[in-house]
């Protein structure tokens, strides 16, 4: 059973535009989240986190929000680059359990 | 830091053969995390070890699959014996502290087991 599900394995967004990246998540009890990136060939590298107490992040072009009322998580990058072309992965955890999603593959096109 | 480095890079096997993957943490992280890639189920966490020592395995498959953390700088993952369905991008990560926050990655290690 996937706990952190990435429903849209793939993105393209034109250079300049917002991306928002979306990510569900069933365990109420989790209580940090984190968006990870991934080049080809690469392991994933730390993007952006959020804990539970809070509903919005932001890094740069970078912001991520919760809604935890809706189980609901997201990344927009703001603008959009060729360089964030990249597979995302959303990550959450609580205790000593740690899920990531199944990844979101993002193309900007420039 | 030559940050988590990863060996081999990429592995053909046999199936029946045993596999080892070996992993360097980051010197001073007290958290070592194993996970496979798949296209289906995206990155699992197969073991998590904090101080060297297993913490939770809940996610490792089966029996086949084991790791060892010997001391802080480095950890295995063996699979004995290997079959098709074990082929995958194994990861391995460190972290400074002990729950689920930031974690650096390895490069990974593709394994095709045929």
């Known amino acids: 059973d996937q706990q952190v599900k990435q429903n849209s394995p793939s993105l393209s967004v034109q250079e300049g535009r917002i991306s928002i990246l979306n990510c569900d998540y069933t365990n109420s009890m989790f209580d940090y989240f984190l968006w990870y990136k991934k080049y080809p060939a690469e392991g994933p590298t730390f993007l952006i986190s959020?804990?539970?107490?809070?509903d919005k992040n932001e890094d740069g072009r970078f912001t991520v929000f919760l809604n935890k009322s809706a189980k609901h998580l997201s990344l927009h990058i703001v603008p959009s680059q060729p360089g964030d072309s990249a597979v995302y992965f959303c990550a959450a955890s609580f205790g000593n359990q740690f899920y990531f999603g199944t990844g979101t593959s993002l193309t900007v096109i420039p | 830091d030559a940050g988590v480095i990863q060996s081999p890079r990429h592995e053909v096997t046999e199936m029946g053969q045993e596999v080892t993957l070996r992993c360097k943490p980051i010197?001073?992280?007290?958290?070592l995390f194993w996970y496979r890639q798949t296209m289906m189920r995206g990155l699992e966490l197969l073991i998590y070890?904090?101080?060297?020592?297993?913490?939770?395995d809940s996610g490792m498959p089966e029996d086949r699959f084991s790791a060892k953390m010997p001391n802080a700088s480095f950890s295995t993952l063996k699979i004995q014996p290997s079959e098709p369905r074990d082929s995958a991008v194994y990861f391995c990560?460190?972290?400074?502290?002990?729950?689920?926050?930031?974690?650096?990655f390895g490069p990974g290690t593709r394994l095709t087991v045929t």
């Open positions: 070890f904090n101080n060297n020592v297993p913490i939770d």
């Open positions: 959020i804990s539970s107490i809070k």
């Open positions: 010197s001073g992280h007290n958290s």
């Open positions: 990560a460190s972290s400074p502290i002990r729950t689920g926050e930031e974690q650096y």
